[in-house]
């Protein structure tokens, strides 16, 4: 089978390997064929050489890239059928491949109604729904999101459905040109520090979600940022095992500090789909790229460019008959 391999920062080389055996596959595991896939930041900070501690980066056939849609080859024990598209996540972040393992209990069903690079969008909105569903007292909130990349983004609008009064949207790539689709009331065009920096206490919003990620250096300016009471979403996965904090300053402001992985995944793929399905303009205006995974390469790199232009990046795989 074909797989896009990193052979080193920024490099990939398309490989033929050995496909995953159906043999091999543990209780619970299902085996796809790619249909479609996006990039996500964590993919990003991988291609670029930067992985988390302990895991391996090179030479790992279909890594990284985790937010897939697929066709079941071979269903085991799952509960899903040959055949059926599902949407969920590639295990170990290794879905750019022509077949790649997926756990059954991290996928849904595709409705109908999307097509194959629409339907990417689920599996990250998934993520922002769980991060969501842990914040209290949304409704009425004044709400910051530090960092308007695709997961920003999403954020933002889903606050802003949520209820929240007021969503200002940070990020030193001006996003006007998303504002309106995805809530945003008021676009800072500028650093988080700086932006931080200038707030005087009653303009520090209630709730900040911390959406840049890989980093120690914004996840403090969003404690900067935050009011009396407030909290603070950390979303996506830490850079490093250990982060230096500004503890004194949340200590003295009272807030609370939430973090965490994706739980419950096909629960909120459901959501998800839900969501999208409301607001079918939605996965339209986010997705602003598509490239073929023979060009993996130029996929990512667009992808890590600060473009106002550039949203969301996904990638289509060939059909059996186009290989």
């Known amino acids: 089978m074909w797989a896009q391999t990193l052979i080193a920062p920024q490099r990939f080389a398309m490989q033929q390997v050995a496909r995953p055996d159906e043999g091999g596959l543990a209780a619970g595991e299902v085996l796809l064929r790619l249909r479609a896939g996006s990039v996500c930041g964590s993919d990003l900070a991988c291609f670029r050489g930067e992985s988390e501690t302990g895991t391996g980066i090179y030479g790992v056939p279909g890594r990284p890239m985790h937010e897939v849609v697929g066709t079941v080859v071979h269903a085991g024990d799952s509960g899903f059928t040959a055949g059926q598209r599902v949407v969920g996540w590639a295990k170990r972040m290794r879905g750019l491949a022509e077949f790649l393992v997926a756990n059954a209990d991290q996928l849904t069903p595709v409705d109908d109604v999307w097509d194959?690079?629409?339907?990417?969008?689920?599996?990250?909105?998934?993520?922002?729904?769980?991060?969501?569903?842990?914040?209290?007292?949304?409704?009425?909130?004044?709400?910051?999101?530090?960092?308007?990349?695709?997961?920003?983004?999403?954020?933002?609008?889903?606050?802003?459905?949520?209820?929240?009064?007021?969503?200002?949207?940070?990020?030193?790539?001006?996003?006007?040109?998303?504002?309106?689709?995805?809530?945003?009331?008021?676009?800072?065009?500028?650093?988080?520090?700086?932006?931080?920096?200038?707030?005087?206490?009653?303009?520090?919003?209630?709730?900040?979600?911390?959406?840049?990620?890989?980093?120690?250096?914004?996840l403090n300016d969003a404690i900067h940022a935050v009011g009396m009471n407030g909290q603070i979403f950390a979303f996506g996965v830490p850079g490093t095992d250990h982060y230096a904090l500004d503890f004194l300053r949340m200590f003295r402001k009272n807030a609370t500090l939430h973090s965490g992985t994706t739980l419950d995944h096909a629960r909120h793929l459901e959501q998800a789909q839900c969501y999208l399905q409301r607001n079918q303009g939605l996965a339209h205006s986010y997705i602003t790229d598509v490239f073929s995974t023979a060009d993996a390469q130029g996929a990512y790199l667009r992808a890590c460019q600060p473009d106002p232009a550039r949203l969301k990046v996904a990638l289509v795989a060939p059909s059996p008959d186009q290989l």
């Open 116 to 218: 194959d690079v629409h339907a990417t969008v689920i599996q990250p909105l998934a993520c922002v729904l769980h991060a969501a569903s842990r914040l209290r007292g949304i409704d009425g909130a004044t709400v910051a999101v530090l960092g308007q990349g695709p997961l920003g983004l999403l954020f933002s609008r889903v606050l802003k459905d949520a209820g929240a009064k007021h969503v200002t949207a940070v990020d030193y790539v001006d996003r006007s040109g998303a504002a309106a689709e995805f809530g945003v009331d008021q676009v800072v065009a500028d650093h988080a520090s700086n932006w931080a920096r200038k707030l005087d206490a009653g303009q520090r919003p209630h709730i900040v979600v911390e959406a840049v990620g890989h980093n120690s250096v914004t």
